[in-house]
């Protein structure tokens, strides 16, 4: 709470006197419509991690600044939030990332960027973005080779400096705990220190029923407490409190091929739109009951 104040304060600062009021008519607005008001966008299907056992996809997609800007152009109001993020993938390495976040900043309150941090390159602090958040699986060297297979822990955090000496009003690091990083989380408020961020949270890896990537069922923290999973009867991890609404009920994800889906996780079998125009934000829109009841298969692991 205090942190979400914080930020608010240091983007009003940023963004003028009129931001907190033509926030408020967006939100607005979006009830009105029923709309969710935040927007998530993949910028790319490519990846600048190289971890091990984690190949990008041979031609990887990149959205086209163009085509988030027909999206937009079309939605029946502009949304509140534009988020950045990757699905597997992540922001950095997409070509057209400034053009990508100029067309956001001009159609949202508020726009940012979740990263690793790895390939962040000079000029990138400037980009016109109001949030970064650096997610790190670990808090040592140690913990990134075993989840990563290489050490590059100095490397994200150099990102997360370079980050700070811009003009972002809030830049956050975020530990992701596995059970390589388990007892990191105590280390998390000198390491963000030393990088500079403004905030820094821990949070724990969410499972991947397609088992690829780091969520895997050997990656999960199990043995911690607070870990949201256990292992069920049947040997798959399951919840350990039974989940509210869904937690992206606020939001719609655009992909890197341009595709509006209800989440990034929801997979193929869940519905999409591939053409922006009104009637696509419409049945889009249609979809928030979906979420709230947790109706597709995977909604079973989002804590
Ligand atoms: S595991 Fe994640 S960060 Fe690493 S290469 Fe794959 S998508 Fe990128
Ligand atoms: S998988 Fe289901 S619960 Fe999780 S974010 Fe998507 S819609 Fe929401």
Redesign the pocket.
């Known amino acids: 709470m205090f942190r979400t104040l914080k930020t608010g304060l240091r983007i009003w600062r940023r963004r003028g006197a009129a931001w907190p009021g033509i926030m408020a008519a967006r939100v607005a607005a979006n009830a009105l419509l029923r709309l969710p008001r935040g927007l998530m966008v993949e910028p790319t299907q490519n990846?600048?991690?190289?971890?091990t056992?984690?190949?990008?996809p041979e031609e990887p997609e990149d959205l086209s600044p163009e085509l988030l800007a027909r999206w937009l152009d079309h939605r029946p109001t502009p949304p509140v939030t534009i988020h950045f993020s990757?699905k597997?993938?992540?922001p950095l390495a997409a070509p057209h990332l400034r053009e990508l976040t100029e067309t956001a900043r001009r159609n949202g309150s508020m726009v940012s960027i979740s990263t690793?941090g790895?390939g962040f390159s000079h000029g990138m602090e400037k980009l016109p973005v109001d949030r970064w958040i650096f997610s790190i699986?670990a808090a040592t060297g140690e913990g990134w080779k075993a989840l990563?297979g290489a050490d590059r822990l100095e490397e994200a955090l150099a990102a997360v400096r370079s980050a700070a000496s811009g003009n972002a009003p809030m830049v956050e690091l975020v530990l992701t705990v596995w059970r390589q990083s388990a007892g990191d989380p105590g280390k998390l408020p000198g390491v963000a220190a030393a990088a500079g961020a403004h905030g820094y949270k821990a949070v724990f890896g969410n499972y991947d029923p397609e088992g690829?990537?780091?969520g895997r069922v050997g990656n999960l923290a199990l043995d911690s407490p607070e870990c949201p999973y256990r292992l069920g009867p049947d040997g798959n991890p399951e919840l350990k409190v039974k989940p509210r609404g869904c937690p992206l009920a606020g939001c719609l994800f655009l992909d890197a091929s341009g595709t509006l889906r209800p989440c990034p996780f929801a997979g193929d079998d869940a519905p999409r739109v591939t053409e922006p125009s009104r009637e696509a934000w419409r049945r889009a829109a249609s979809w928030t009951g979906f979420k709230r009841n947790r109706a597709f298969p995977v909604c079973r692991y989002c804590p």
């Open positions: 990846c600048t991690g190289g971890c056992g984690c190949p990008p990757g597997h993938s992540d690793i790895l699986p990563r690829r990537h780091f």
